[in-house]
């Protein structure tokens, strides 16, 4: 076996797990990749890809059977790998801590499997603290201090590009303690350090080559589990902090997207993350505000600030959904063109998306709503399953049919391009309630709609007057 390939299992099979098997097969690792969810073991065996991301299939197909296996022996995965990565979900619990039974179930299993040396790596997002109840969990099983290390190496991957972000990324963290872990960790991420993988036959191109690889960045583990709650909670104060802005503009009559390139210029502000609309979701941010303010208090922290980055958040949904009722006057028996269910564009992921909780507000004031996703509709059918006021359609032009307005929910970038002469002879009235800020609102007024869009000047069709939005 060549020296520099290490034998990695990477246990959760999600979507940072899953990528993470994929590129760690691709830049040259052996890799086992563990799940307890025996039907996605099965699906992945027989060349299935549960989760939507670009590359994802082309790199599983490159590499399965040879140096990528499914499994849901975690015992017999963990005895053969040098390497065990913990990918695990880490949901929020009740009091907004971060829910860690799935990372200690794992860490007592891998621990009844160690008979040599063994780097266990935190991969999933988890608070300043964790690695040293790993090794308790360990130690506790009766494994001795020299027989494992336990690292971080939080992951930065977006949804939607998480397979370039992985193998072309900012930067690569890694916590340890021990200079045996960061050696370890230094090999794995050595093809991506170096600047070798990018030269390789068959690539995944992006950011990153030869004479710019990937910056990795040497942390203690507690600072590398803090970077990534802060990186996250950071992200989020952002979007938070312009969709603020974003109302004192519809307050003042100013546009928001003006702020923000204006902002976004300053090198020390940067553009992005400073998109207003109707906040943000998924399976990340809202829970690691939420715990990274946990753990603070816990330490005696004060952290009101990202209580209120969670407060804007959930107004901003609300003021959108006043928005629409402003538009609508009344709900009951309308019908509504839902475009977007995915928590942001590129993704099927449903997890905490504003999309989905925009369209239960809708379904509870009795609308109809014809919703149309380009990949999240089968996710969201298991949430609200299709009936009399719940329809799933194939395109937005069918979603706009006879409706009394279109959402836009979601930034899918095939919105974008929508052909709005079709799209306004399909709706029975012109309302537009953009909720990501998709469209120019002056090319809107010239096209005949009615519409409305976050912390810029709405736009209204000469036969409509809008109620103010702030009539309850
Ligand atoms: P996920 O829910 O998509 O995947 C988790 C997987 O772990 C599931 O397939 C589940 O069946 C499996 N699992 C649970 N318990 C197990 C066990 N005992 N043994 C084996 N498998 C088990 O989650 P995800 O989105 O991949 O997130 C995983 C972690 O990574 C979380 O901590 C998350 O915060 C973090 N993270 C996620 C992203 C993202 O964009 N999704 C980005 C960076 C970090």
């Known amino acids: 076996m060549d020296s520099s390939r290490l034998s990695i299992a990477v246990v959760g099979s999600g979507y940072v797990g899953l990528v993470a098997a994929a590129c760690f097969a691709e830049i040259g690792h052996q890799v086992s990749c ?5 039907q996605k073991v099965a699906t992945l065996r027989a060349g299935g890809v549960p989760i939507h991301e670009e590359y994802l299939a082309d790199l599983l197909n490159r590499h399965r059977g040879q140096s990528i296996e499914f499994t849901s022996n975690l015992g017999q995965a ?4 040098q390497l065990i990565f913990i990918a695990v979900g880490t949901p929020q619990g009740e009091t907004g801590s ?10 007592s299993e891998i621990a009844r499997s160690i008979d040599d040396y063994k780097l266990i790596v935190e991969k999933s997002t988890v608070p300043v603290y964790t690695n040293e109840w790993i090794r308790r969990v360990v130690g506790r099983n009766g494994v001795v201090e020299e027989l494992f290390d336990v690292a971080s190496n939080p992951e930065f991957l977006r949804e939607g590009t998480a397979v370039v972000d992985f193998l072309h990324p900012d930067r690569i963290v890694v916590g ?3 200079e045996k872990a960061m050696a370890l960790l230094r090999r794995v991420y050595e093809p991506l350090t170096s600047g070798e993988y990018y030269e390789s036959a068959g690539a995944i191109p992006g950011m990153r080559n030869r004479n710019s ?5 040497e942390a203690s583990t507690k600072a590398a589990e803090l970077i990534k709650h802060a990186s996250n909670a950071f992200l989020a104060m952002k979007i938070s902090f312009i969709n603020v802005v974003a109302n004192v503009c519809e307050a003042v009559g100013a546009d928001v997207e003006q702020v923000a390139q204006g902002m976004g ?3 020390r502000i940067g553009p992005r993350f400073l998109n207003a609309g109707i906040g943000y979701g998924g399976s990340c941010f809202p829970k690691d505000v939420a715990a990274f303010r946990y753990v603070a208090e816990r330490m005696g922290v004060d952290f009101g600030l990202l209580g209120e980055v969670e407060k804007i958040n959930a107004e901003q949904r609300i003021r959108f959904f006043q928005k629409v009722r402003s538009a609508l006057w009344t709900f009951r028996g309308k019908r509504i063109a839902a475009l977007g269910l995915a928590f942001k564009g590129g993704t099927d992921d449903i997890r905490e998306s504003p999309a989905l909780e925009i369209i239960r507000q809708l379904l509870h004031e009795g609308c109809k709503v014809a919703a149309y996703d380009p990949a999240a509709m089968e ?5 609200f399953p299709e009936g009399e006021n719940m329809q799933y359609v194939r395109d937005p032009y069918e979603a706009a049919q006879g409706a009394d307005a279109l959402l836009i929910l979601t930034d899918w970038e095939e919105f974008q391009r929508l052909d709005m002469t079709r799209l306004r002879s399909a709706l029975r009235y012109p309302i537009i309630v953009d909720g990501r800020n998709l469209f120019d609102p002056a090319r809107m007024t010239e096209l005949g709609f009615t519409y409305m869009s976050v912390g810029r000047p709405g736009v209204v069709h000469p036969r409509e007057t809008l109620a103010n939005p ?3």
């Open 34 to 38: 563990v799940d307890n969810d025996e």
């Open 78 to 81: 963990a005895r053969e790998a």
């Open 98 to 107: 971060a829910d860690l039974s799935y990372v200690d179930a794992v860490a």
């Open 176 to 178: 340890a303690d021990s």
């Open 213 to 217: 690889p990937a910056p990795m960045l």
């Open 265 to 267: 210029q300053d090198s």
């Open 379 to 383: 996710r969201a059918a298991a949430i």
């Open 470 to 472: 702030n009539i309850p």
